[in-house]
């Protein structure tokens, strides 16, 4: 799937039938009902085998379900919950070419028109797009306004005027779709704005701040395969008489990422525990995504080390790994804007 960027649809239709792409939809919608931290749990440990079947899962519930559960209308929650349990892939459609850390700069408009919205407007790296039948989509009816005009719509792949443009070619989590999208004269009916007008801004914050301690999860289990990896690794490649894992130099390289993974967690861990407590978990979830995202590309590199040579080849699986951290520091809020915001809420409380 690596190589060819292109996620499996057996592996997809598997992740449905096993309720992991419904986990905190309620049962009466045909979900798991289950709760965040289940989801964060989900995303973990496919994370420990592959990172991209995490972030497929991810996307689907701590960000679109999430966004969901939160802000769609009776009639919205019965049309399109029960089908994004049992078989139908969403993305979530924020990001631009002018609008990445600065998510709220975005140029995709909405222009009412009678009982619908036209929208006009270009998407790029859209995780799940190519698997997609559903999209959150954020446009701004009011420019003027500024983020207060950004509004957020639910648009099916088959819209006239929408569609799914280029498939990034990426270096890392190959296997999950990341595609731009296209908007042309999209006529969206007002039926589907989730929310209210005005309200896109409230949801992408939101979504966001919960979708990053999933992204804190995905990197913990992305550390903790790599870890995996380079300890039965180091006990069965033998040098100088015997096994690697003898050496203190590997010993302690593998102590210290096997701290760093497990404190790595426990930022993840509790950041959830606050979330589902309805605790404030904001500075929290900056910490966990940061951290975890730091020590994924660390413990993987050091993983690679320790194969040595045919660690840089793809026919041992820790390069894989490697390739796959490096976007940890980028998606779902760089590593700079994880640290503005930490930053903030300190001072904020002194």
Same mark, same amino acid.
């Not at 089908?83 to 140029?107: K, N, P």
């Not at 296209?182 to 949801?203: A, M, Q, T």
């Not at 490096?326 to 904020?348: D, F, P, V, W």
């Given at each position: 799937?690596?190589? #060819?960027?292109?996620?499996?649809?057996?592996?997809?239709?598997?992740?449905?039938?096993?309720?992991?792409?419904?986990?905190?939809?309620?049962?009466?919608?045909?979900?798991?009902?289950?709760?965040?931290?289940?989801?964060?749990?989900?995303?973990?440990?496919?994370?420990?085998?592959?990172?991209?079947?995490?972030?497929? /899962?991810? /996307?689907?519930?701590?960000?679109?379900?999430? %966004?969901? &559960?939160?802000?769609?209308?009776?009639?919205?929650?019965? +049309?399109?919950?029960?089908?994004?349990?049992?078989?139908?892939?969403?993305?979530?459609?924020?990001?631009? #070419?002018?609008?990445?850390?600065?998510?709220?700069? &975005? =140029?995709?408009?909405?222009?009412?028109?009678?009982?619908?919205?036209?929208?006009?407007?270009?998407?790029?790296?859209?995780?799940?797009?190519?698997? =997609?039948?559903?999209?959150?989509?954020?446009?701004?009816?009011?420019?003027?306004?500024? *983020?207060?005009?950004?509004?957020?719509?639910?648009?099916?792949?088959?819209?006239?005027?929408?569609?799914?443009?280029? @498939?990034?070619?990426?270096?890392?989590?190959? %296997?999950? #779709?990341?595609?731009?999208?296209?908007?042309?004269?999209?006529?969206?009916?007002?039926?589907?704005? &989730?929310? !209210?007008?005005?309200?896109?801004?409230?949801?992408?914050? !939101?979504?966001?701040?919960?979708?990053?301690?999933?992204?804190?999860?995905?990197?913990?289990?992305?550390?903790?395969?790599?870890?995996?990896?380079?300890?039965?690794?180091?006990?069965?490649?033998?040098?100088?008489?015997?096994?690697?894992?003898?050496?203190?130099?590997?010993?302690?390289?593998?102590?210290?990422?096997?701290?760093?993974?497990?404190?790595?967690?426990? &930022?993840? *861990?509790? %950041?959830? +525990?606050?979330?589902?407590?309805?605790?404030?978990?904001?500075?929290?979830?900056?910490? %966990?995504? *940061?951290?975890?995202?730091?020590?994924? !590309? $660390?413990?993987?590199? @050091?993983? /690679?080390?320790?194969?040595?040579?045919?660690?840089?080849?793809?026919?041992?699986? /820790?390069?894989?790994?490697?390739?796959?951290?490096?976007?940890? +520091?980028?998606?779902?809020? $760089?590593?700079?804007?994880?640290?503005? $915001?930490?930053?903030?809420?300190?001072?904020?409380?002194?």
């Amino acid at each position: 799937m690596d190589e #060819s960027g292109v996620f499996r649809r057996d592996l997809l239709t598997q992740l449905f039938e096993l309720g992991l792409m419904g986990i905190e939809i309620p049962e009466a919608y045909g979900g798991q009902g289950g709760s965040f931290f289940q989801s964060v749990l989900a995303v973990e440990e496919l994370a420990v085998v592959d990172a991209s079947a995490a972030v497929i /899962v991810d /996307v689907q519930n701590t960000l679109v379900i999430n %966004a969901f &559960l939160r802000w769609a209308n009776e009639e919205q929650r019965q +049309r399109y919950l029960p089908r994004l349990a049992q078989d139908t892939v969403a993305a979530y459609a924020l990001s631009e #070419s002018g609008s990445g850390s600065d998510a709220f700069a &975005l =140029a995709t408009r909405a222009a009412e028109d009678g009982d619908s919205y036209i929208l006009n407007g270009q998407k790029l790296w859209i995780t799940n797009a190519a698997e =997609a039948g559903l999209f959150l989509v954020f446009a701004n009816v009011n420019p003027a306004a500024g *983020y207060r005009g950004i509004t957020c719509f639910v648009i099916e792949r088959d819209t006239p005027g929408f569609r799914v443009g280029k @498939k990034e070619d990426k270096l890392g989590i190959r %296997a999950s #779709s990341t595609c731009e999208l296209i908007l042309e004269d999209c006529r969206v009916p007002k039926s589907n704005i &989730l929310g !209210e007008i005005g309200k896109g801004y409230k949801i992408a914050i !939101e979504t966001l701040n919960e979708g990053r301690i999933a992204i804190g999860a995905q990197m913990t289990g992305l550390a903790y395969g790599a870890l995996q990896l380079a300890l039965s690794y180091s006990q069965q490649r033998k040098q100088f008489g015997k096994a690697i894992a003898d050496f203190q130099g590997v010993q302690f390289e593998l102590a210290e990422m096997a701290t760093q993974v497990e404190a790595s967690r426990l &930022l993840v *861990y509790n %950041a959830a +525990r606050l979330r589902e407590a309805n605790l404030p978990f904001l500075t929290e979830a900056a910490m %966990a995504k *940061y951290y975890a995202s730091q020590v994924a !590309e $660390t413990v993987a590199s @050091k993983a /690679v080390e320790i194969f040595g040579g045919v660690g840089f080849t793809k026919d041992y699986p /820790v390069e894989k790994f490697y390739r796959d951290a490096k976007i940890g +520091r980028i998606y779902e809020g $760089t590593s700079n804007m994880q640290r503005l $915001t930490i930053a903030k809420q300190l001072l904020q409380k002194n």
